[in-house]
C-alpha cells in the first residue's frame, strides 16, 4: 500500500482533511500494512452520512436533543480524521442545540450540512 500523501488518491489535494490529523492515524501504521488509515476513513465516511441523516431527521422533528447528539458525535469522530471545519460546526450546532438559540442554529446547521457533504464528496473521490 502507498503511504498517505496529500497528493495521493485519497481525495485530499481538495483540501478536504487535515494532513497532520492525517498524518497522525497514519504513524500508527507505519508502511500502512494493516490498512489502518483506510479502514478508519471508510468508517468515518459510513458514519458521516448516517449521521446527517440523522440530524436531517431530528432538523425536521424539531428534535433539539437528537441534533444535539448526532452533532456531539460527529464532533469528535470530525476532529479525529482531520476533518477540522466540521468539527468546530458541529461543536456550534451543540451548544445551539442544547441553549435552544433557534436565532442561529438553521444556519449553523446549513453550514455543518454543506460542509458534511463536501467532506463525503471529496472521500468518495479518492
Known amino acids: 500500500m502507498q503511504s498517505l500523501q496529500p497528493t495521493s488518491e485519497t481525495g485530499l489535494r481538495a483540501g478536504v ?3 497532520q490529523a492525517l498524518a497522525r492515524l ?7 500494512h494493516a490498512g489502518l488509515v483506510q479502514r478508519v476513513l471508510a468508517t468515518y465516511t459510513a458514519s458521516l452520512h448516517r449521521l446527517l441523516e440523522q440530524l436531517a431527521t431530528a432538523r425536521a422533528a424539531g428534535d433539539r436533543e437528537g441534533l444535539r447528539q448526532a452533532a456531539h458525535t460527529l464532533k ?3 476532529a479525529s480524521v482531520g476533518a477540522l471545519e466540521l468539527s468546530a460546526l458541529c461543536a456550534q450546532a451543540e451548544a ?5 438559540d433557534t436565532l442561529a442554529l438553521p444556519s449553523v446547521l446549513d453550514r455543518l450540512v454543506a460542509e458534511g457533504e463536501r467532506i463525503l464528496a471529496g472521500l468518495r473521490a479518492r
Open 17 to 19: 482533511l487535515d494532513a
Open 26 to 32: 497514519q504513524a500508527l501504521d507505519p508502511g500502512g
Open 76 to 78: 469528535s469522530s470530525s
Open 96 to 100: 445551539g442545540a442544547r441553549d435552544g
